[in-house]
């Protein structure tokens, strides 16, 4: 089959397009597609663990520890994984699903100046109750309950 000079263009362009584009396009699928980070490159929260027991999770806040300071955040690891803690005043303490309700990625960042934590994976981020601030993410990060006593942090898993 003989081609005409114009088709013949036509179809190079076609192709160059489509190849200068596949990058971008991979690129673009490939992030959309990430679902873990197990330790991004950006993590901030110190790891603390606790003791489980009886579908507890106790961790111990003593003066030295890094939730001991209202205005400070963590992660607590434990058997299921891990969960977020921040801590906004004397006895109160927020603490909330690491996963990232868009994707799944492990939220492993604190922004201390705005009060959010975020997901570096497409850039969700939730404030200290666990709501989103900014998407892709547009439902809440789940909230577990929880009391402070006794220098003792007592989470329900
Ligand atoms: Fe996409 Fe968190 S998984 S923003």
């Known amino acids: 089959m003989k081609l005409?000079?114009?088709?013949?263009?036509?179809k190079t362009l076609h192709g160059t397009a489509l190849l200068a584009v596949t990058p971008a396009l991979?690129?673009?699928?490939?992030?959309?597609n990430t679902v873990t980070n197990p330790n991004s490159p950006q993590a901030?929260?110190?790891?603390l663990s606790?003791?489980?027991?009886?579908?507890?999770?106790?961790?111990?806040?003593?003066p030295n520890s890094a939730l001991a300071k209202p205005g400070n955040a963590a992660i607590i690891g434990y058997s299921k994984g891990t969960l977020l803690v921040d801590h906004p005043s004397d006895t109160t303490y927020n603490v909330l699903s690491?996963?990232?309700?868009?994707?799944?990625?492990?939220?492993?960042?604190?922004?201390s100046s705005s009060g959010e934590f975020?997901?570096?994976?497409?850039?969700?981020?939730?404030?200290?109750?666990?709501?989103v601030r900014q998407g892709p993410a547009i439902s809440p990060l789940a909230k577990?309950?929880?009391?402070?006593?006794?220098?003792?942090?007592?989470?329900r898993i």
């Open 118 to 131: 975020i997901c570096y994976c497409h850039g969700s981020r939730f404030d200290v109750n666990g709501a």
């Open 50 to 62: 606790g003791t489980e027991a009886n579908g507890t999770l106790t961790v111990n806040i003593d």
């Open 144 to 155: 577990y309950s929880s009391q402070f006593a006794n220098n003792q942090l007592i989470i």
């Open 4 to 10: 005409s000079r114009r088709k013949f263009f036509v």
């Open 44 to 47: 901030n929260l110190p790891r």
């Open 98 to 111: 690491s996963i990232c309700t868009h994707q799944q990625c492990s939220i492993d960042s604190f922004d």
């Open 26 to 32: 991979s690129a673009f699928l490939e992030s959309c």
